[in-house]
Each structure stands twice: as structure tokens, then as C-alpha cells.
């Protein structure tokens, strides 16, 4: 059983700053990609950023230069650290990992997604 919780959503004006957490916990072996997606009103969900684990970072275009993710694999914790907040940022954000679990002597290697934080930005 292995859970993604995030944290750090919220409510800011235009230009402010939010950080995103993401914490994975159960039976973990090893965690591969993590990634932030959003998911605005009538919208699909859509790639924000994605940390490999060896640390090599993909961002999409509408947020190259204002956020950056991070992780930390002691704590099996990814960020986003969004600056430069825009109106067009709100959104739901979700936290994905691609891990493997171990169970006795096997191991499963499938994706998992947090439940979703909310970012809104005023004008």
C-alpha cells in the first residue's frame, strides 16, 4: 500500500509564490519519475514538471523559468516551488510517482497519484 500526500496548496494574488509537497509512504523499494500535473475547469490534465531520479527535470513551456521542482529521495519527497504565479496556474495539482513496491520478495513497479491539492490565483 503506498500513499502520495501533498500538501501546500492554497490562495494567492497574481506574482505570489506557492511550494507544493509531495511525500510517498508504504513499502517502497525504489522511486523512478515524480511529477506534478494540473488540472484546470473543463480542462485536461497536463504535465507541470517531472524529476527523474537522477535528477534531470522536464518542465512544460507555460511554466519554464517560474517553477522548479525538486526532490529529496531520503525523504521520498518531490516539490514545486512556483513563482511568478499567474491566474491561468489555478488549477488542482497532483503528485505522481512512478515506484516499486516489495511485497515478501516481490517487487511491483506501477503509478501512483496523489489526491490533489488546490492552487488558485486572483488577479
Known amino acids: 500500500q503506498v500513499q502520495l500526500v501533498e500538501s501546500g496548496g492554497g490562495l494567492v494574488q497574481a506574482g505570489g509564490s506557492l511550494r507544493l509537497s509531495c511525500a510517498a509512504a508504504g513499502s517502497i523499494f525504489s522511486i523512478n519519475n515524480m511529477g506534478w500535473y494540473r488540472q484546470a475547469p473543463g480542462k485536461q490534465r497536463e504535465l507541470v514538471a517531472a524529476?527523474?531520479?537522477?535528477?534531470?527535470?522536464n518542465y512544460a513551456d507555460s511554466v519554464k523559468g517560474r517553477f522548479a521542482i525538486s526532490r529529496d529521495n531520503a525523504k521520498n519527497t518531490v516539490y514545486l516551488q512556483m513563482n511568478s504565479l499567474k491566474p491561468e496556474d489555478t488549477a488542482v495539482y497532483y503528485c505522481n510517482a512512478d515506484l516499486t513496491t516489495v511485497v515478501f520478495t516481490t517487487t511491483h513497479r506501477r503509478n501512483y497519484w496523489g489526491q490533489g491539492t488546490q492552487v488558485t490565483v486572483s488577479s
Open positions: 524529476v527523474t531520479s537522477l535528477r534531470i527535470t
